[in-house]
């Protein structure tokens, strides 16, 4: 059984919550799986993982309950090969467009007559050759999440969704909102209204439907909206935006201080 196909049934009505691994650090992720997050995607696709990196990142998150998800950097069977040799089990592909799309990405995911990954005796993936059977059995762990980031994707949606193999679906507000025109605007009310017809049309399939927010108030939204697992921010999301908050503050306190000390008369540096 597939881990994050697990984790979506034992969910129920409470959508898990993740976020994006987009640094290469073993640690972050380590310690975001300790802070309580569900799931998380490990990005190749808009930050510099590589391969290693994504083998380190599965032993980091492997040492946690948080289920980790590759997005792998675009439909292409020889990356698809390489991080599923290293032990990924569940993966994002970008910018499906059509059924024929998710097909392939699907067919990647498998060792032949199903598919057409190239078969190794001695990767992580088989525990260096210690898993029994792995080549016969390794299509049932396998998990494809297929990512829907254009109108036309939507468009296709029901056609996408019937393709046997794929686990879920996942909206990308930033691609579809730019290819909206609506270029940063990720909850203008056209997208969302694109994002919400998505969902429901998801829900009468009975395909698990995911996407990301930036804030807890979008998440927020989102969760409203039905969606069956959600991700908030980012790692150096996260971290950029706790650094900002506390410079921030700090910055303002250092001006109420110094206002102070010049409405009190008890200034004390070189400038007094």
């Excluded at 300790?34 to 492997?62: I, K």
């Excluded at 790692?235 to 910055?251: I, K, P």
Aim: hydrophobic share 45%; glycine share 10%; net charge negative.
């Amino acid at each position: 059984m597939n881990v994050f196909r697990q984790l979506l049934r034992a969910a129920g009505s409470k959508p898990p919550i993740g976020t994006w691994i987009s640094s290469t650090s073993p640690i972050i992720a380590e310690a975001l799986g300790h802070a309580g997050f569900e799931w998380c995607v490990l990005d190749m696709e808009h930050s510099p993982l590589d391969t290693m990196h994504v083998l380190h990142l599965l032993q980091a998150v492997g040492n946690t309950r948080m289920v980790g998800v590759v997005r792998v950097p675009w439909n292409d069977a020889v990356m698809v090969k390489r991080v599923l040799d290293v032990g990924a089990t569940t993966l994002l592909f970008p910018f499906v467009q059509n059924a024929e799309e998710a097909a392939h990405a699907v067919a990647a995911t498998r060792y032949p007559p199903q598919g057409v990954r190239g078969m190794s005796g001695m990767s992580r993936a088989t525990r260096f050759g210690s898993v029994p059977n792995y080549l016969a059995t390794a299509g049932e762990t396998m998990g494809v999440i297929v990512q829907l980031e254009t109108p036309h994707a939507l468009s296709q949606l029901e056609a996408i969704a019937s393709v046997e193999g794929v686990d879920a679906l996942f909206l990308g507000p930033a691609d579809l909102s730019a290819s909206m025109g609506h270029v940063g605007q990720f909850t203008h009310p056209e997208v969302m209204q694109a994002i919400g017809d998505a969902v429901r049309r998801c829900k009468a399939l009975g395909k698990p439907v995911g996407t990301v927010g930036a804030t807890p108030d979008v998440v927020t939204q989102y969760r409203a909206m039905g969606f069956d697992y959600l991700a908030i921010s980012s790692d150096m999301g996260l971290l950029m935006n706790g650094a900002r908050a506390a410079v921030h503050s700090l910055r303002m306190s250092s001006d109420e201080t110094f206002v102070h000390s010049l409405q009190t008369g008890t200034r004390t540096d070189a400038g007094a």
